[in-house]
């Protein structure tokens, strides 16, 4: 089988990353999650949605892996076992974020803008499935330090991010959370991928947009 390919900015236009990364388990680390074609076929990770069937999708998802596969279920594995193969997608990039709002990094698309301005409508459960209904109090936006002194300091939205990510996908494993300041870090850890890097590598904005974490003027 050709190796998986899975894309953030389809899968993100109609899901909160809490679903994948909290409720279905998936690692935020390439390769890490060790998922196998059983787990799909049991209803796990990629088979949670891609199971063929309604439950809340409709139509329904086409389904992950089949072992041993009919002959004419073929066409159906390319579609995700599509690495270095020319398949025909039902979403083409260019065309599916056409209208959507322009960033100038990252895959170009301002994924915040873009919910906020209802182009994008995000599911936080997988459809036919309860929603767990959290009943966190959001705390308020506040500022980071920027212990360096030529970059301002940095305005954190917990409201906005709550919404991508609950609160579980953050604290307590990422920042402890109990109170602002517990937990030290620094811009070169961000780069290594830790803190707010987790996420601002290679999914959400990139690093380079310094301005757009530190706004706040130099004083
Ligand atoms: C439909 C499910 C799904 C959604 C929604 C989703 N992700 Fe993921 N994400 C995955 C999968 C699958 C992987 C790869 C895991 C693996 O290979 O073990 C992944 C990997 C990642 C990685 C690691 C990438 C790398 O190159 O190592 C990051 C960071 C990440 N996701 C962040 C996010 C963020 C932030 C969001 C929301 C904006 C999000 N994800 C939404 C399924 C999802
Ligand atoms: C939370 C639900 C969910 C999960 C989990 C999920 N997907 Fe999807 N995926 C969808 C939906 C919904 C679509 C759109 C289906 C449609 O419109 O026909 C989709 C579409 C796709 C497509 C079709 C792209 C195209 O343009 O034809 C691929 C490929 C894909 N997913 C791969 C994966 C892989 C690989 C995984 C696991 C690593 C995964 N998905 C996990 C919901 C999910
Ligand atoms: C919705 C996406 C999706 C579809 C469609 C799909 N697969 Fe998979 N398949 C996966 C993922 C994800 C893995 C885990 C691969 C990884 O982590 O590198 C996998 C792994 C496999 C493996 C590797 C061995 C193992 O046990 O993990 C085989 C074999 C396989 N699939 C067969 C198939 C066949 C045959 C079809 C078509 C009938 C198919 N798959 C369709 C997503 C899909
Ligand atoms: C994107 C990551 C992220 C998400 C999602 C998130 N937080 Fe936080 N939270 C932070 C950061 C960063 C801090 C500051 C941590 C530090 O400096 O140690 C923080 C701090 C806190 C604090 C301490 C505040 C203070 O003033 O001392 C509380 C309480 C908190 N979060 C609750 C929540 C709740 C409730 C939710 C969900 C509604 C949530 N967080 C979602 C990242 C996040
Ligand atoms: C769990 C993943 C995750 C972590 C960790 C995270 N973010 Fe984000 N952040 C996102 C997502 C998803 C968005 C939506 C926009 C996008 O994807 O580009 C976002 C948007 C933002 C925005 C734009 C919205 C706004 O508030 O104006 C800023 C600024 C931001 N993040 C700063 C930070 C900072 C600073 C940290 C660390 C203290 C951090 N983020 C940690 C996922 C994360
Ligand atoms: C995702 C948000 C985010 C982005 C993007 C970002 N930073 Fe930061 N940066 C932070 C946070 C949060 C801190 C504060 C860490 C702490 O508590 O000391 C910080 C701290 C710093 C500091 C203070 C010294 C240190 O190591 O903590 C410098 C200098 C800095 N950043 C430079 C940059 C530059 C240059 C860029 C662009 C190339 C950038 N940052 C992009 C979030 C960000």
Redo the contacts with the bound molecule.
């Keep these: 089988m050709a190796k998986v390919v899975f894309d953030h900015w389809l899968h993100r236009s109609q899901f909160t990353c809490r679903v994948c990364h909290v409720d279905l388990g998936f690692l935020m680390k390439k390769g890490e999650t060790r998922m196998k074609a059983a787990d799909n076929m049991k209803g796990y990770y990629c088979g949670a949605c891609h199971n063929g069937e309604k439950h809340g999708f409709d139509p329904p998802v086409f389904k992950a892996c089949s072992i041993p596969p009919a002959p004419d279920e073929m066409p159906r594995c390319d579609r995700c076992h599509s690495y270095g193969k020319d398949i025909k997608r039902k979403y083409e990039f260019a065309k599916f974020t056409e209208k959507m709002p322009k960033a100038s990094l990252g895959n170009g698309i301002d994924w915040e803008k873009a919910e906020t301005s209802g182009l994008i409508n995000l599911k936080d459960n997988v459809p036919g499935t309860p929603l767990i209904k959290r009943l966190?109090?959001?705390?308020k936006d506040?500022s980071?330090e920027s212990k360096g002194s030529w970059m301002g300091d940095i305005l954190?939205s917990?409201k906005k991010?709550?919404k991508w990510?609950?609160?579980e996908?953050?604290?307590p494993d990422?920042?402890?959370?109990?109170?602002?300041?517990?937990?030290k870090y620094n811009m070169f850890q961000i780069y290594e991928g830790e803190y707010c890097g987790v996420c601002h590598l290679n999914v959400a904005f990139p690093l380079r947009d310094c301005m757009r974490c530190h706004v706040k003027p130099v004083k």
């Design positions: 966190m109090p959001v705390q506040f980071l954190f917990h991010h709550a990510n609950g609160c996908l953050c604290h990422i920042f402890l959370g109990v109170s602002r300041g517990a937990t």
